[in-house]
């Protein structure tokens, strides 16, 4: 599969109507036993948070938080493309508690750019926030319980291929590779010896950072020190047709879910 070339300075893709993916999610969720909660709202958008109570509860030791967000990005589509997929599929562990979220940054998509109305980039805000949306979002955070896992839903625009961020404080068993192999299957890996500056192996970035060090912090700085100790970044790659991007961060939640 070769690159689009579409993408020379930014993204230059495909768009979607966000509305009506929010509108699907709305319909979707319910229909498959979410319920949801609206956490803010501004120019006509909710901001959505879904929550599925774990079908089997035979051994509460057993069941797993996990925690899901897109749409971060207003330029990056596949992702709450990618999470209306997951929930129309419904292919969810029976022990599973999800909370998801299906799109941080709706009026983003709207403008087709990264940042939010005021053009702030939300994935740098979770420090000290300046948004209204990333103070939202922190406050919704506040009052959930810790969490096993997390997956943030992404794309690269300049992206050879599939990657993916790990943070795994506590050197539990990787989920990392099982991803890879999964997504390979559906979509090209960067196999880049270095992606975005840091070293890289087989589509697997762990960075060694420090959160404290850094001003700008990405929500998966806020997940990592506040709500969990485990989680991934996936980043599909923009410049290669939305349906593969789509079907790549699918793969990739559904392999990272069912470990």
């Not at 949801?36 to 109570?53: D, M, P, V």
């Amino acid at each position: 599969m070769q690159k689009l070339g579409k993408n020379h300075g930014g993204y230059h893709g495909e768009t979607i109507d966000v509305r009506a993916v929010l509108r699907d999610v709305e319909i979707a969720a319910p229909a498959h036993g979410w319920t949801s909660e609206i956490f803010y709202e501004t120019g006509g958008f909710k901001w959505l948070a879904l929550h599925r109570a774990p079908l089997s509860i035979r051994n509460l030791q057993s069941t797993i938080r996990i925690y899901i967000s897109a749409g971060i990005h207003g330029d990056e589509p596949a992702a709450p493309l990618a999470a209306l997929k997951l929930i129309q599929e419904n292919c969810w562990p029976d022990n599973a508690e999800i909370f998801l979220l299906p799109c941080l940054n709706p009026a983003g998509f709207i403008l087709n750019q990264r940042g939010n109305v005021d053009n702030i980039d939300l994935n740098r805000d979770y420090r000290n926030p300046k948004a209204a949306e990333t103070r939202a979002h922190i406050a919704w955070l506040e009052r959930q319980p810790p969490f096993d896992l997390y997956l943030c839903l992404h794309e690269d625009w300049e992206s050879h291929g599939f990657y993916l961020y790990e943070q795994n404080l506590d050197a539990k068993v990787s989920r990392a590779e099982k991803i890879i192999e999964a997504v390979k299957k559906v979509c090209p890996v960067d196999l880049s010896e270095n992606i975005e500056g840091r070293a890289a192996n087989g589509g697997i970035v762990r960075p060694n950072i420090l959160p404290q060090e850094r001003p700008d912090w990405p929500e998966a700085f806020y997940l990592i020190t506040q709500k969990s100790r485990q989680g991934y970044t996936l980043e599909a790659p923009s410049d290669f047709p939305l349906a593969t991007r789509v079907n790549a961060l699918v793969a990739a939640v559904n392999t990272a879910i069912n470990f």
